[in-house]
């Protein structure tokens, strides 16, 4: 009966003393290598991953941001054209990663990019993909697959070449896009990939042109520590970057663009909020709603700059007359303005609403435009719920609104109070 193989002993039994010690030496070197090599890699698809999950972040917030001046178009408080602007305007102003920023695209057939001096590459590459042709268009256009998933709804990312700003060598990148349909935007950003180890080959080659069979297990095990301390490191990093910048977008999103005020969106949670918290802690809640009087007739007279200019003055002085942490200052809509008061009385509310009216009448910025006086004023209305009262958002906004519009119609430039 023949004898059992015992692999590899008898295998090596059957080698000279030099061919097992190159076999051994071979293996290793072989398998520390293929140590390193798959912890590189792991490395790497870690750090990727974290690079993805950046990008994403920011993109799915800058579409929130954009999705409620959808909302206030929607809504009738900005007109399509201002809310479209605005979102640009807020979209352009945002920076990370050392100089990144969004792109915009309409895939409708015309484009808006920022910056603007890649306006003219995105247009031609536009004119080549159309809404009803993307999947017939070239494959080698730059991100088609990345916009085609947007369009569909399916957002993916994409890797491309880039030169960074001052450099004359193409540098990895990856991208991520997600389409605004109500407006028929594509709104992504991009990430660059150089400070990841991109290369597993060439680094596998490195180490074995540098690495001797006999201190090899040693520098890999150090290298591998190394390599997973600074892993670790690098994640904590990006994860820090990650929500530094995701607070900005945030803060962007809750804020109005033009003056610094809450936006809409920020209003309508923080009052829903207050209302919850009436009965909790025994006390009054107070909605005032300010409107500039006469404020188109000034824009037709002084032009929408000044306007703009005139609408952040009223904010700043508005703010100088509110309790700092407690009070909420935001633009409800174009020229008009609410302030959410929480623990105070009705008294409290009317003594605050007069003292805004009076700071706005005594700064006696000049108005002079048709129909209005020679300076610029406000009206207010005020009103107030206890905590003994159920009354919902929408109607304690109706009940201000009420007490502005009387406050309008009896002469402008008044405040006038109306009990929940």
């Not at 809750?254 to 025994?282: K, M, Y």
Request: a neutral charge; one cysteine or more; proline letters at 4%.
């Amino acid at each position: 009966m023949p004898r059992k193989t015992k692999f590899p002993v008898d295998l090596l039994s059957h080698l000279s003393i030099t061919r097992q010690f190159i076999l051994l030496g071979a293996l290793g070197v072989f398998i520390p290598l293929l140590a390193i090599g798959l912890s590189l890699r792991t490395s790497y698809l870690l750090a990727l991953q974290d690079k993805q999950t950046q990008t994403k972040s920011l993109v799915e917030a800058a579409v929130s941001s954009t999705e409620a001046y959808v909302a206030l178009a929607k809504q009738g408080k900005m007109s399509t054209a201002e809310a479209q602007a605005d979102a640009l305007t807020a979209l352009g102003a945002a920076r990370f990663n050392d100089g990144d920023y969004y792109f915009v695209l309409s895939y409708i057939g015309a484009s808006e990019f920022l910056p603007p001096k890649e306006k003219a590459a995105v247009e031609a590459q536009i004119e080549k993909q159309n809404r009803n042709s993307f999947s017939k268009a070239s494959e080698k256009v730059a991100g088609l697959g990345m916009l085609q998933g947007a369009i569909e709804g399916k957002p993916v990312f994409t890797r491309y070449d880039y030169k960074k700003p001052g450099s004359d060598v193409p540098l990895p990148k990856i991208a991520y896009a997600v389409a605004v349909p109500e407006w028929g935007w594509i709104i992504g950003t991009g990430v660059y990939l150089d400070d990841l180890q991109t290369d597993f080959f060439d680094e596998l080659l490195h180490l074995a042109k540098f690495f001797i069979p006999l201190v090899v297990c040693f520098v890999a095990l150090i290298f591998m520590m190394r390599r997973t301390y600074s892993s670790t490191m690098e994640r904590h990093r990006t994860a820090q970057i990650l929500e530094t910048k995701n607070a900005v977008l945030r803060e962007m999103s809750a804020t109005d663009w033009l003056t610094g005020a809450a936006n809409r969106r920020s209003f309508d949670a923080h009052l829903a909020h207050e209302l919850e918290r009436v009965r909790d802690i025994g006390a009054g809640l107070a909605l005032i709603m300010l409107d500039v009087d006469h404020f188109k007739s000034y824009n037709d007279f002084h032009g929408h700059p000044a306007g703009d200019a005139r609408l952040r003055e009223l904010v700043e002085l508005i703010r100088s007359e509110l309790r700092d942490g407690y009070d909420l200052l935001a633009r409800y809509g174009g020229e008009e303005f609410a302030i959410i008061m929480s623990n105070i009385g009705g008294e409290q509310a009317v003594a605050v609403a007069e003292r805004v009216r009076l700071a706005v009448a005594e700064a006696r910025a000049p108005h002079g435009g048709p129909g209005a006086g020679p300076y610029v004023t406000i009206s207010v209305g005020v009103s107030v719920v206890t905590p003994d009262q159920d009354i919902s958002p929408q109607a304690l906004v109706e009940q201000a609104d009420q007490a502005l519009y009387r406050a309008k119609t009896s002469g402008r430039n008044k405040v006038d109070f109306a009990v929940a």
